[in-house]
């Protein structure tokens, strides 16, 4: 009669914690491999737009064109001076790149208007490659040890964004724009700004949480709230009390009247566009901060 020889005891304990710190592997990979040559996205959607898969429907194979697997949605500079942070991003998808669908890769054109700045961010699902392609540009991202890794690019370097990781693109150029080429090796890599995940989730995080994971009060919650909702909403325009140093925001589209600041304090303007807004008031100035 023979038996089955046990495992050591310390053989045991290593496959356990293995098995205790990866239950979920299968979650953890990258985008699933294509099991077809490929996989042309519906762009129609008519008879699956109620059904959510992992992906895009695919049309037939026997369909498939060239046209589908080319675009020159890149080729076009994207208008930062116009996006909040200054910069503008374009990338490929299942709709301008039939063609893409689950081949687990992203290609986006970064414009970076001068001084403009591509905010702490990270991509949940994917991996990212950046080549620029002009100006000079500071990179970084920041390891789960919240050490920080930093490298200024010039045209033709690259640099890598590991998975999940905060990162930041920042043109040092004053005065010209800079181009940067990403790739991203999943079709969906996702996008979560950190300030904006912080302070403009629908519904808000509470105060208190704020207040304690960043050592702030109230007032500067509110303060930027305020700042993050005018730079998102278009233009925005901060007024400086001479009387009290006290600041606030406001928004006014081709219109003339007067702005209430409380406390019986009021400013009249004349908007003559969306970006030009001059104050009619001895005591306060207006200061341009953001533009649409």
């Not at 005065?175 to 999943?186: D, E, P, R, T, Y």
């Not at 003339?256 to 409380?262: A, D, E, P, Q």
Request: overall charge positive.
């Amino acid at each position: 009669m023979t038996t089955t020889p046990t495992p050591p005891p310390h053989l045991i304990l290593i496959l356990s914690c293995i098995a205790v710190a990866f239950p979920w592997g299968g979650l953890v990979k990258a985008d699933p491999e294509p099991l077809q040559d490929y996989c042309i996205a519906d762009g129609k959607g008519s008879e699956t737009e109620n059904l959510f898969i992992n992906g895009v429907a695919c049309i037939n194979p026997e369909l498939a064109k060239v046209s589908h697997f080319t675009t020159s949605a890149l080729s076009k500079p994207g208008n930062a001076t116009a996006k909040p942070f200054g910069f503008s991003i374009t990338v490929t998808n299942s709709m301008n790149l039939p063609g893409l669908n689950t081949m687990g890769l992203t290609m986006g054109r970064v414009d970076i208007k001068p001084n403009g700045l591509v905010p702490l961010h990270s991509h949940p699902r994917a991996s990212e490659v950046a080549t620029l392609l002009k100006g000079s540009v500071l990179v970084g991202f920041i390891d789960t040890s919240n050490r920080m890794f930093t490298q200024q690019l010039r045209v033709g370097d690259s640099f890598v964004f590991p998975k999940g990781m905060m990162h930041f693109l920042y043109n040092l150029e004053i005065s010209g724009s800079a181009l940067v080429l990403s790739g991203l090796n999943s079709q969906n890599p996702g996008t979560q700004i950190t300030s904006m995940a912080a302070f403009a989730t629908k519904p808000p995080l509470p105060d208190e949480v704020l207040q304690v994971a960043f050592q702030i009060n109230g007032q500067d919650i509110a303060r930027i709230r305020r700042n993050l909702r005018v730079l998102m909403n278009g233009v925005g325009y901060i007024f400086a009390s001479e009387m009290n140093n006290e600041w606030g925001w406001t928004r006014q589209v081709a219109k003339s009247g007067f702005v209430n600041l409380g406390e019986g304090m009021r400013a009249g303007y004349i908007v003559y566009s969306s970006s030009h807004l001059h104050l009619r008031s001895p005591h306060l100035s207006a200061i341009p901060r953001c533009q649409n």
